[in-house]
């Protein structure tokens, strides 16, 4: 259970949060427990933009 973290905004808002320019999650719903080796949404730079993607 080691790094259980949950994400309750909406999608909307971690894009305006992280400042998203791309986001390649599609619909993201609520997602009340997230685990290690769970895929689940990542903020990264790529190329001088952010951008939001499902990563392990």
């Known amino acids: 259970m080691c790094n259980l973290y949950s994400i309750t905004k909406a999608?909307?808002?971690i894009r305006q949060l992280f400042r998203i320019r791309h986001d390649r999650t599609g619909?993201?719903?609520?997602?009340?427990g997230i685990?290690?080796?769970?895929m689940a949404p990542v903020a990264r730079d790529h190329?001088?933009?952010?951008e939001l993607l499902m990563m392990r």
């Open 11 to 13: 999608q909307d808002a």
């Open 27 to 32: 619909n993201l719903p609520p997602m009340p």
């Open 35 to 38: 685990f290690p080796d769970q």
């Open 47 to 50: 190329d001088g933009e952010r």
